[in-house]
Nanobody
Framework: QVQLAESGGGLVQPGGSLRLSCAASGSDFSIIDMGWFRQPPGKQREMVAW???????NYADSVKGRFTISRDNGKNTVYLQMNNLKPDDTAVYYC?????????????WGQGTQVTVSS
C-alpha cells in the first residue's frame, strides 16, 4: 500500500505563485508515473500535468507556460510549481501516482489540497 501526502495549497492573489508537493511512502514499491489533477467547483476532475518515469510531460492547454511539473525520484515526490495564477485555477488539486507493487501497477490518489486564487 502506498500513501500520498500532499501539501502547499492555499489562498493566493491573481498573478501569484504556489508550489504543491506530493510525497509517496510505503514499502516495496516503485513509481512509474506521477501527475496532478484538479477539480474546480461544480466541474469534473481534469488532468493538469503528467510526468512519466522516462521524462515525458503533458500539460493541460490552460496551464502551459505557467505551471511546471517535476519529480524527485529519490524522495518519491512530485511537485507542481504554479506561476501567474488565475481565478480559473481555483480548484482542489489531487496528485495521482501509478506505483508497482509485486509486479502489479496500481493508481493512487492524494487527499486533495485546496488552491484558491482571489483578490
Amino acid at each position: 500500500q502506498v500513501q500520498l501526502a500532499e501539501s502547499g495549497g492555499g489562498l493566493v492573489q491573481p498573478g501569484g505563485s504556489l508550489r504543491l508537493s506530493c510525497a509517496a511512502s510505503g514499502s516495496d514499491f516503485s513509481i512509474i508515473d506521477m501527475g496532478w489533477f484538479r477539480q474546480p467547483p461544480g466541474k469534473q476532475r481534469e488532468m493538469v500535468a503528467w510526468l512519466t518515469d522516462i521524462g515525458d510531460i503533458n500539460y493541460a492547454d490552460s496551464v502551459k507556460g505557467r505551471f511546471t511539473i517535476s519529480r524527485d525520484n529519490g524522495k518519491n515526490t512530485v511537485y507542481l510549481q504554479m506561476n501567474n495564477l488565475k481565478p480559473d485555477d481555483t480548484a482542489v488539486y489531487y496528485c495521482n501516482v501509478v506505483a508497482v507493487e509485486n509486479r502489479r501497477a496500481t493508481t493512487y490518489w492524494g487527499q486533495g489540497t485546496q488552491v484558491t486564487v482571489s483578490s
